[in-house]
């Protein structure tokens, strides 16, 4: 089992700019904070990568999440889940979570 990522988890992308979720939901809480669902977006700050010319990664979306826990019919996101980050010059770079809440878990 794996823990359900909620807004108040640390997401990072590889280059260690911070990920914000605004949560498409707020209906359903793990300790106090809304889950956060795979069609939920991310926008990127502070992302330093830079190859010739500075890129930072911008948005992250979410290919991969619990098969057997939803919310409104849509999959919640876990510690397990697999996000990208997408760059403009760089493509698609993976995302890092830190889970906050250690109560509520899915597969």
């Known amino acids: 089992m794996t823990m359900v990522l909620t807004v108040s988890a640390t997401l990072t992308c590889l280059h260690s700019g911070q990920v914000k979720t605004p949560p498409s939901q707020t209906r359903v809480l793990a300790m106090g904070s809304p889950v956060l669902v795979q069609s939920d977006l991310g926008t990127v700050t502070g992302c330093p990568f830079a190859t010739s010319q ?54």
């Open 54 to 107: 500075p890129s930072p990664c911008t948005v992250v979306t979410w290919a991969s999440a619990a098969t057997r826990v939803f919310v409104n019919f849509t999959p919640v996101l876990t510690s397990a889940s697999s996000g990208s980050a997408t760059n403009p010059n760089a493509g698609p770079t993976k995302v890092m979570a830190t889970v906050t809440q250690t109560k509520v878990q899915a597969t």
